[in-house]
């Protein structure tokens, strides 16, 4: 199996995205860091342990990681997830607790002990990554890739241009989008395609399985996902995706692009630029255009084949 890591702002979609990964036999799901954005850091450890430990997942450590973005206040999106951050499901409170070590320690001491190179899936702001590659800049030979949630090519969440992991903590996405680690974008463009049908969400809602029926509550309370009946109501896996991308980089297209993000105040702030021009522009030919770093952007998904593994994941349980 693929060893990696998540962090996460747990968050629906963020749990939605630990069911999968600890379920997928493809995946060696080796430590799960949190980092403050869906909501605030220790609701996002408390979200995470509940998740593990409702799915019956191994005893997998969990470590508490940035209460805040490098530069900015925190700014939660419970408006988005709920009061606890993770849909008001009314879950019992985790009996597992969190790592004594905090989520960069964690990081690096996995990183560096994994036999095989580790490929690291951000689902959050990307505050704890940052932190970890400006300290322990050693860990990047263990790192296989770094397959991230955030960022959009087109249109933003957060703002009209900037998605909510870039936007909450841009400094820490120029860290990352600067370090010389293999990147994949898996951004809004692709992220919001990722749609399970209504009558989907509740035959899992209707399963005797602890695990899959949460994936059904937890479809049911994503948004965009109008509360009633039909055939035509949906919810989105979301952060699930990048998950699905690791498994199956198939069922992406993706294309080696520059990108960089907007730092600048104002109305750009947080926005990821993606240059997809096909030829440089005067900017260049004047020597006044920069060359940022090249990511693999996911531009497209085969949403079928990503639902049915995400399906077939989480039922496996
Ligand atoms: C991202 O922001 C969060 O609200 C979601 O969990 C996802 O990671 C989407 O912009
Ligand atoms: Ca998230």
């Known amino acids: 199996p693929i060893p990696v890591i998540i962090d996460c702002?747990?968050?629906?979609?963020?749990?939605?995205?630990?069911?999968?990964?600890?379920?997928?036999?493809?995946l060696d799901l080796r430590a799960v860091t949190c980092v403050a954005g869906n909501t605030?850091?220790?609701?996002?450890?408390?979200?995470?342990l509940t998740v593990l430990e409702h799915a019956g997942a191994p005893d997998i450590p969990v470590a508490r990681g940035a209460e805040r973005p490098l530069v900015e206040p925190p700014r939660s999106a419970r408006h988005?997830?709920?009061?606890?951050?993770?849909?008001?499901?009314?879950?019992?409170?985790?009996?597992?607790?969190?790592?004594?070590?905090?989520a960069v320690t964690l990081l690096r001491r996995e990183i560096l002990?994994?036999?095989?190179?580790?490929?690291?899936?951000?689902?959050?702001?990307?505050?704890?990554?940052?932190?970890?590659?400006?300290?322990?800049?050693?860990?990047?030979?263990?790192?296989?890739?770094?397959?991230?949630?955030?960022?959009?090519?087109?249109?933003?969440?957060?703002?009209?241009?900037?998605?909510?992991?870039?936007w909450h903590d841009p400094e820490a996405a120029a860290v990352l989008l600067t370090a010389g680690v293999p990147l994949t974008m898996y951004g809004l463009d692709v992220f919001q395609q990722v749609v399970v049908s209504g009558p989907e969400i509740e035959?899992?809602?209707?399963?005797?399985?602890?695990?899959?029926?949460?994936?059904?509550?937890?479809?049911?309370?994503?948004?965009?996902?109008?509360d009633g009946d039909g055939e035509d109501w949906a919810g989105g896996v979301g952060d699930a995706g990048?998950?699905?991308?690791?498994?199956d980089p198939e069922g992406i297209t993706t294309r080696l692009l520059p990108v960089e993000v907007s730092l600048a105040p104002g109305p750009t702030r947080g926005q990821t630029i993606?240059?997809?021009?096909?030829?440089?522009?005067?900017?260049?030919?004047?020597?006044?255009?920069?060359?940022?770093?090249?990511?693999d952007v996911a531009l497209d998904v085969d949403v079928e084949r990503y639902v049915k593994l995400y399906l077939e994941t989480v039922t496996a349980g």
């Not at 702002?9 to 493809?26: K, M």
């Not at 605030?40 to 995470?48: A, E, I, P, Q, S």
């Open 203 to 226: 035959r899992l809602r209707a399963s005797d399985e602890p695990g899959t029926r949460l994936a059904g509550e937890l479809l049911a309370h994503r948004p965009g996902s109008p």
């Open 40 to 48: 605030d850091v220790d609701g996002v450890v408390r979200n995470t």
């Open 113 to 166: 002990a994994s036999p095989r190179p580790v490929t690291l899936i951000p689902t959050a702001p990307l505050t704890n990554i940052a932190l970890l590659l400006r300290t322990h800049p050693e860990v990047t030979r263990n790192i296989e890739r770094i397959v991230f949630m955030g960022g959009a090519v087109a249109c933003g969440n957060a703002t009209p241009v900037a998605e909510f992991n870039v």
């Open 242 to 247: 990048a998950v699905c991308a690791v498994v």
């Open 80 to 102: 988005v997830h709920g009061e606890d951050g993770m849909g008001d499901l009314g879950l019992p409170a985790p009996t597992r607790t969190a790592a004594d070590v905090d």
């Open 274 to 295: 993606v240059d997809r021009r096909p030829r440089p522009g005067e900017a260049e030919i004047h020597g006044e255009g920069r060359a940022p770093d090249l990511v």
């Open 9 to 26: 702002d747990t968050g629906v979609d963020d749990a939605l995205a630990l069911l999968f990964a600890v379920r997928h036999p493809g």
